[in-house]
């Protein structure tokens, strides 16, 4: 990734940035911390990990029903089926939205997420005005999201206090019975799987 | 901040990348590969000791990279002379670092786990009903204000797991049994709220009471 795109151009790095590498050559210097290993990690969270990881469970549950069975049993165990799991994602819960339900998931507290199927959280997950507004008024953050369900749909939503993550597994667009799991992965969004958008 | 209003829009971003800036990739990186002498638990609270005026006008990672600093500092891995010179004190021993890139890979996929052995059988059983407690530590604690004297029910047990509110003060494990429990949004937010609408959290035993 280039430097800050905030600053194309000739101006210079912001104050930040200057701070951070000044950090970086620091702990490099005194040895704690190898520049390469650091390379390793920007790379996992930009390239490995990911909404499309989460994507491919929805669609493997979508054409699978035993697999189904299995990631609502275990999520976890079930995503490791596919080859996910690591860091903020040791104990998984998949909520599946049906007609009558709808799950959304936040963290009121910080900003826990289940990064080896999600990727990293975007900016809004961990702002102020979604962890705090998601839990009192879900359907007005959802119309923020341009998502509007029935008034009879029962909203539950999931508050990740601990080191429990969740996923949701959103329904399955109608007039998608032709498609393989490929192409269903792709209709699977991240807010798709966070509840703040249907499919 | 749960339940509170007034923070603003929530200003979703289309296509937006994992960090916005080089910087911020680079801050995450060295808070999973820096000492810090901090577990997670504690590295949350570092965070949330942030005074609360400065704590909402900084960005995510703004707030990362201070927890950094103050568990680079805390721990004795840097000293505040080091961290103004930005340059090693030349009399002290190179370190070695504890990730090499070979093993990043396998780090970051390791799947751990916060399930711990039970110190004593589950005081609470799925379906009953329990009442949070009102409680105000001024420590770390994972049991958000807006549920604190409401009544739930135990929907399901998760096992004993570390417990935040000792793990982030003394790095005991203390493990308790972890449940999730189920609150109507009614039961939260009054009359106002939609008739069927919840919300569940994950709360340890010593948050819960009998009702």
């Known amino acids: 990734m280039s430097d800050d795109h905030d600053h194309h151009g000739q101006a210079p790095p912001s104050d930040i940035a200057l701070r951070v590498k000044a950090l970086e050559s620091l702990l490099v210097d005194k040895g704690l911390v190898d520049p390469a290993a650091l390379d390793a990690i920007v790379d996992h969270f930009e390239h490995k990990v990911g909404p499309r990881n989460g994507a491919r469970v929805v669609a493997r549950a979508w054409t699978d029903p035993a697999y189904r069975e299995r990631l609502l049993a275990d999520a976890g165990a079930a995503i490791g089926e596919l080859g996910f799991g690591g860091g903020q994602g040791e104990h998984m819960i998949a909520l599946a939205n049906t007609s009558q339900v709808h799950n959304l998931v936040v963290c009121t507290l910080c900003s826990c997420y289940p990064w080896p199927v999600l990727g990293l959280p975007p900016v809004w997950y961990k702002s102020p005005p979604y962890r705090s507004r998601a839990v009192i008024d879900p359907r007005g953050v959802l119309a923020e999201f341009g998502t509007v369900l029935p008034p009879e749909t029962a909203i539950r939503i999931w508050d990740s206090t601990a080191e429990v993550r969740y996923l949701v597994v959103p329904e399955r667009p109608v007039g998608t019975e032709g498609l393989d799991e490929v192409a269903l992965a792709a209709l699977v969004t991240r807010n798709g799987m966070i509840g703040t958008a249907l499919l | ?211």
């Open chain 2, 1 to 211: 901040m749960g339940g509170m209003h007034g923070l603003g829009p929530i200003a979703p971003e289309t296509d937006e990348p994992p960090f916005h800036h080089a910087w911020e990739g680079r801050v995450h990186a060295l808070a999973i590969a820096a000492p810090s002498g901090a577990n997670i638990d504690a590295r949350r609270h570092q965070r949330e000791r942030i005074p609360g005026p400065i704590y909402l006008s900084m960005t995510y990672y703004e707030k990362w990279f201070e927890a950094l600093r103050q568990g680079l500092l805390s721990g004795g891995h840097v000293t505040e002379d080091e961290m103004i010179a930005a340059l090693a004190d030349s009399a002290a021993r190179k370190a070695t670092p504890r990730m090499a890139p070979g093993n990043v890979s396998q780090v970051l996929s390791r799947l751990g786990s916060y399930l711990r052995e039970a110190p004593a059988s589950a005081a609470f059983a799925v379906g009953d009903r329990v009442r949070a407690r009102n409680l105000h530590p001024t420590g770390h604690t994972r049991l958000p204000r807006y549920v604190r004297g409401r009544l739930g029910v135990i929907e399901r047990i998760h096992g004993a797991h570390v417990f935040p509110d000792t793990h982030a003060h003394t790095g005991d494990e203390d493990p308790r049994w972890l449940y999730l429990v189920r609150f109507t949004s009614r039961e939260l937010w009054g009359p106002d709220a939609a008739e069927h609408d919840s919300v569940s959290l994950d709360l340890w035993e010593p948050y819960l009471e009998p009702a």
